[in-house]
């Protein structure tokens, strides 16, 4: 496998299951360092096993210190950062009348708040390299629908936030991009269709967008899986 990305450092939060993972081997089988964030200790340490190059980190990204525990961790194991990838997310779905407020506290906390705090803490240290920052977003944060008020809401939050990144960190020549895939067959939802985005074809597309040759910024991907004609409506 092509290790484009020898002496390069990732972090990647949401990385105990589902595309944080994936995408975690993909990075570290690329050749680069990565810090695995996330809260589930145990699955980050088994994934921590598969590869020398993963760095598990026990990170609650609700609470900022340990965001900020986090950036300063790649930094001083592997002496740098160029690639931060807000990847942990969670959804909620109902009508407005029917969400909890906990339930939208906890996707603007994670979805939103969340990445901000990472790109606050990672922008200095991004600036030094020359990095990129991938936000992974959702369809959802590019349509709406019934049932989404408050993810949608968190996500098209996080395109705005990327949206104004691109901008602020253009002169500093730090990429900016956010991956929009429709539904992934992880544990976010409980019965995924069989159809759905596999995590590694999701995984591809960020390798594809953190290896663009240096004169190339993808600004948003946005991927569906191919629904089959009998299951379309
Ligand atoms: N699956 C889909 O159909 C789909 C479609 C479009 C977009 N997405 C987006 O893709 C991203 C990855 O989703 P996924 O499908 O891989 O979901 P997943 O399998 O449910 O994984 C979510 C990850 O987020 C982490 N996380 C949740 N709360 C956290 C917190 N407070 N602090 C740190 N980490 C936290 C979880 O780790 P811990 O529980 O160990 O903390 C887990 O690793 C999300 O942003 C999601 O919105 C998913």
């Not at 990565?34 to 990204?61: G, M, W």
């Not at 160029?82 to 990847?87: A, E, G, P, T, Y």
């Not at 939050?157 to 539904?183: F, H, I, M, N, R």
């Not at 976010?188 to 995590?199: I, S």
Request: some cysteine; glycine content about 8%; hydrophobic content about 40%.
């Amino acid at each position: 496998m092509a290790d484009k990305l020898t002496s390069k450092t990732a972090i990647v939060t949401g990385a105990s299951k589902g595309l944080g993972h994936t995408l975690t081997q993909r990075l570290a089988q690329g050749g680069a360092w990565v810090i695995a964030a996330a809260r589930s200790e145990n699955r980050l340490k088994e994934l921590a096993a598969t590869h020398e190059k993963i760095i598990p980190l026990v990170t609650d990204l609700t609470h900022s210190n340990d965001v900020k525990r986090m950036v300063d961790t790649a930094v001083t194991e592997t002496g740098r950062l160029d690639i931060l990838i807000n990847n942990a997310g969670l959804g909620h779905f109902g009508r407005v009348e029917e969400l909890t407020e906990q339930q939208w506290d906890q996707m603007m906390d994670v979805n939103l708040k969340g990445a901000f705090l990472a790109c606050k803490f990672a922008i200095p240290h991004l600036i030094k390299s020359k990095g990129h920052i991938v936000n992974i977003s959702s369809v959802a944060g590019t349509v709406t629908f019934p049932g989404g008020g408050g993810y949608c809401a968190s996500k098209f939050g996080l395109q705005a936030l990327s949206d104004v990144l691109t901008q602020e960190l253009k002169k500093d020549e730090v990429k900016v991009s956010t991956l929009c895939p429709g539904s992934i067959q992880t544990e976010f939802f409980p019965d995924p269709r069989d159809h759905a985005l596999t995590p590694e074809q999701v995984a591809e597309t960020v390798w594809m967008m953190v290896t663009a040759d240096p004169g190339v910024i993808f600004n948003q991907v946005i991927m569906r899986p191919q629904v089959p004609p009998e299951l379309q409506k």
